[in-house]
């Protein structure tokens, strides 16, 4: 029952940003909307942006299920290019009127998730310090997620599979390679 309530708080808030904009939503609006009282809100949520940063999180696990291995970052990518785009009033307003950063953190924990997948599939029957594995997954993290914030920026203008196959050729081995120069066992 709780993660049935969380949805329907989560479909309110995105219900509700394609009416006004975040800054102007508030808890009543959302209880309002879904059909519940402010104290179950309060049950499941802190305030307004928990109940963001559990969406985030939530459409960020549908996002990437199943896609962090070499063989299929590209579409754990594409995957997260379209979450954005399926969510465009709820990322725009949450970009424009919380603040960039938070949509940075989302993107960052995102992208993470997807390339330290992709890291530890590349680094199988390798000795790699877990350290240096996590730097070349936030090294790449940081170009994926520039890559996103340039595109959301831009009012999200420009094909997500055109974007990632543009990526394609330039990260073809970049792993296997970076992961060699850190190796142990040489």
Known sequence: MS?????ALEASLKNLLLKKP???ITINDITEDCGINRMTFYYHFRDI????????????????????????????LLQIFQAVLENKPFIMNVYR?????????????????????????QARGMQVREED???IAHFYKYAFVGLLLEWIGSDMKGDPAEIVG??????????AHALEAYRTDR
């Open 97 to 121: 009127c919380v603040s960039r950063e938070q949509v940075e953190q989302y993107l960052y924990r995102l992208t993470y998730d997807l390339l330290i997948g992709v890291v530890n599939d």
């Open 3 to 7: 993660q049935i309530t969380k949805r």
């Open 49 to 76: 942006y928990d109940l963001i940063e559990w969406a985030c999180q939530e459409d960020a696990r549908k996002a990437l299920e199943g896609k962090k291995t070499y063989d299929t970052w590209q579409q754990g």
């Open 166 to 175: 543009t990526l394609a050729p330039l990260m073809h081995g970049s792993f």
């Open 133 to 135: 594995k996590q730097f």
């Open 22 to 24: 975040l800054d102007k």
